[in-house]
């Protein structure tokens, strides 16, 4: 059947308004102006809060702004494009004579420059009868017009329709369908279809038999289920943070590049197959099935966060769980949907796992919320990326003289242990704990109090306590090696880090640039310190390869692992590592040798091992045949199986700035920080805020700065406040501290000693 009409200029802008007004109905019309207007307050409150963190930095803005001055300038340049001479130029080329033929194949039309064009019948989407025109649609926004005068009369029309449906549904690709009179449903941003796709992606994942072509395919809904994972991890996140969540702006940014890497796997094992028209149905069948095994997933992991926060390894199990099983998952969905035998699926699935899993694996760690008081691997991202590292390398000299200044020196005709703990990976904090635990340890059953310090990587020390870079290392020995008898005095260090095969000890503080620490390193800083006395304790995998440069006569060294293992424990679902936990917590805590605490910890470690299904780290020890007989004459206090720092460490009796200097102390303590972060500082910005401006408020309150000290009991009470200089302001905010009620303290404190700078308004 062939017709032969003409287009004139006002048939192609009739068109133009046709398409946008069809557009406008199945998008939404208001409801879509309102989304939009939503989504562009969302990102403004985004970029507010992102220029404030930048401190009035114009970048921020810049990056929103260009996109948006783009986009607005292109809709007007359209607007006033398309009513000059060039946009009407551009569409009287449009303009003439078109032939048009209806063949079993599809529909061919020759265009006036003398093209030809074929659509087969399935890329015909629908078919429209308007009261001017009718209409095949090739895309929602796509369609070719016939006049209906180019018909004739109705009967000729009436005609015309009815062999274009015969015809569309004679095709095989279209067997058993019905051509649309309106734009395909499919296009449509749907619910119904939407919730239809969720429940044939639940027979997926529960394994039940369905059907891969009952998926309504369209971008929009794609995008849909997108967003429906997106707030399914940002509920997730946020009820994890509470009480104090704080959005994440690097979480989104996460969640945008595992996306294209989702879509760069898909893209492969469509271009494998050469099925690159079912792209988009393996998209839309994959996320909906991610996200029910997401809800699953999410629901338990924050079950099993609650209830069993004492098994971590619960936790490691629900993962690696919603992992197979969401590889198990697309394995279905790749051989119902392209016909694969189980080999060649398992190899697509390789393909989407080294894209989604191994590739997305690489990326930072970031949660759409985090706990603002609490220790956050986003919180403490944000916190490095603001370091100023100039300021930050020119106060390291100071850091270090001032922790040099507080030592003590050394008791003649004692021997004194003098503790220096260096926590190299600022990523983990499970290298804080075990200095901290450590240095706590030694200050109370060696005597170390006083003549113990510790070099740490870590956002919430980096202004009050020195890096751990060779660097400080060697200055704080040069330092230590003048306070000590180096005849009798006895040097602990203790290192706890990653380790590598070729026997580095990582050094690690992003966006800081370290270097890493060799034995050689080592070696070189004791022997030039003149340091003889030694016990050198190194937790990190392959260990063992500091053993044969450091080992002496005069050293006892201990190694997490042997020269070829790793060592276990690192990572962010436990406290200590498991030579920390093993050595320092359980046996050396009760024990008055460090040789025999070490056989104990290699056989704790070797049962923990063993029931865990792990690989032997092999701890090492070799012990110097001078040092046993300086080791006899250290003073050690009784063995503590709680561990808690005790009184003992916090003598009474002292003066107002030793006190002020017990309180730096334990601002390098993680246990220490860890409480005050979460329980001491909402404290403050509650109740005692309320209370400071109360006692500003008072007749005659003095506005003089003042230095506040107490001590939080182990229940949680509050003793000993003091206060200099005694003004009615401070006297008034000590009688507020004092009624303050704070949670228990953590076992490995049996007092916190605090100050506060208080510098008053006016």
């Known amino acids: 059947m062939e017709i032969s009409y003409q287009l004139q200029g006002s048939d192609l802008e009739n068109l133009r308004r046709h398409l946008l007004l069809r557009l406008r109905q199945q998008t939404g019309g208001m409801a879509r102006r309102i989304g939009i207007g939503v989504f562009i307050g969302v990102i403004v409150s985004f970029e507010l809060r992102l220029h404030e963190r930048e401190n009035g930095n114009w970048y921020p803005y810049l990056i929103w702004l260009l996109p948006a001055v783009l986009f607005f300038a292109s809709v007007i340049w359209r607007r006033i494009w398309q009513q000059s001479r060039y946009g009407q130029g551009w569409l009287e080329q449009y303009v003439g004579s078109y032939l048009l033929n209806l063949t079993p194949a599809g529909i061919s039309c020759k265009a006036p420059n003398g093209s030809m064009s074929f659509y087969a019948w399935p890329e015909i989407l629908g078919f429209e009868v308007s009261e001017s025109d009718l209409y095949f649609y090739l895309r929602r926004d796509v369609a070719i017009p016939i006049p209906r005068l180019a018909l004739g009369d109705e009967a000729n029309v009436d005609n015309f329709a009815g062999k274009v449906r015969d015809l569309w549904a004679s095709h095989p690709d279209n067997a058993e369908k019905t051509l649309p009179t309106l734009p395909p449903p499919r296009n449509l941003i749907s619910a119904a279809a939407l919730v239809a796709n969720l429940l044939q992606a639940a027979r997926i994942v529960f394994f039940i ?20 994972n997106l707030l399914c ?123 989604t899993l191994s590739l997305a694996g690489l990326l930072p760690s970031h949660r759409l919320y985090y706990n603002s008081e609490a220790d956050d691997g986003s919180a403490e991202y944000e916190a490095a990326s603001q370091l100023d590292e100039e300021d930050l390398f020119y106060r390291q000299p100071g850091l270090v003289g001032d922790e040099l200044a507080a030592l003590q020196t050394q008791r003649k005709g004692k021997t004194d242990l003098y503790f220096v703990g260096f926590a190299g990976q600022a990523e983990e904090r499970v290298f804080f704990n075990d200095v901290s ?88 800083m004791l022997d030039n310190a003149g340091i003889r006395n030694r016990i050198i304790v190194i937790s990190a995998c ?9 080992k002496d006569d005069n050293t006892l060294i201990m190694t997490a692992s042997s020269r070829d293992h790793v060592s276990y424990g690192c990572g962010d679902f436990t406290r200590y590592t498991y030579f920390a936990e093993s050595y320092f917590v359980k046996a050396l805590a009760n024990s008055d040798s460090f040789i025999t605490a070490f056989d104990q910890a290699r056989h704790l470690i070797q049962e923990r091992e063993q029931s865990e299904g792990l690989d032997a780290s092999g701890p090492q020890i070799d012990v110097g045949r001078n040092i046993t007989r300086i080791l006899r004459n250290l003073e050690v206090a009784p063995g503590n199986t709680a561990g808690a720092v005790q009184q003992g460490l916090l003598e009474a009796g002292l003066s107002f ?106």
Request: net charge neutral; aromatic share 12%; with cysteine.
């Open 209 to 228: 038999d369905y059907d891969p072509r009952s998926f309504r395919v369209s971008f929009g809904i794609f995008l849909q289920l997108l967003l429906l």
């Open 233 to 355: 991890i940002g509920i997730v996140d946020y009820i994890d943070a509470r009480p104090d969540p704080e959005f994440n702006l690097y979480g989104l940014s996460k969640f945008g590049t595992a996306t294209l890497l989702m879509l760069g796997g898909v893209a492969c094992i469509s271009n494998l197959l050469m099925q690159r028209a079912n792209m988009l149905r393996l998209l839309v069948i994959i996320s909906a099935s991610e996200f029910v095994i997401h809800l699953i997933y999410f629901s338990s992991w924050l079950a099993a966060e609650r209830w069993l926060q004492d098994f971590p390894k619960v936790l490691w199990g629900l993962y690696i769980a919603a992992v197979v099983w969401t590889l198990a998952a697309v394995f279905r969905i790749i051989r119902q949907l392209y016909r694969q035998p189980a080999p060649s699926a398992l190899l697509l699935i390789s393909i989407y796992a080294f894209f």
């Open 437 to 524: 635990f450590a240095r706590n340890l030694l200050d109370r059953r060696f005597n170390a109090a006083g003549r113990s310090l510790v070099l740490v990587n870590n956002t919430d020390t980096v202004y009050s306590v020195p890096l751990a870079n060779r660097h400080n290392l060697e200055a704080v020995l040069q330092g230590i090696a003048q306070r000590m008898d180096k005849r009798e005095d006895v040097l602990f260090l203790y290192l706890s880090s990653h380790g590598a095969k070729d026997h580095r000890l990582s050094v690690s503080f992003w966006p800081l640039s370290l270097n890493d620490l060799t034995a050689e390193d080592l070696k070189a």
């Open 542 to 550: 392959y260990s063992g390869g500091f053993l044969d440069v450091l």
């Open 657 to 762: 700035d030793q006190r002020v200097q017990q309180g730096r102390r334990f601002e390098q303590d993680a246990t220490a920080l860890e409480y005050v972060k979460k329980n001491v500082f909402p404290a403050i910005n509650t109740v005692l805020s309320k209370s400071l401006t109360d006692c500003l408020k008072q007749p005659d309150a003095s506005t003089e700065k003042f230095i506040l000290v107490a001590n939080i009991m182990q229940d949680g009470g509050i003793g000993n406040v003091d206060y200099k200089p005694a003004t009615n302001t401070a006297q008034c905010y000590g009688n507020s501290l004092r009624m303050l009620s704070l949670p228990p303290l953590p076992n490995e404190l049996s007092v916190l000693p605090v100050f506060f700078d208080m510098t008053l308004p006016g």
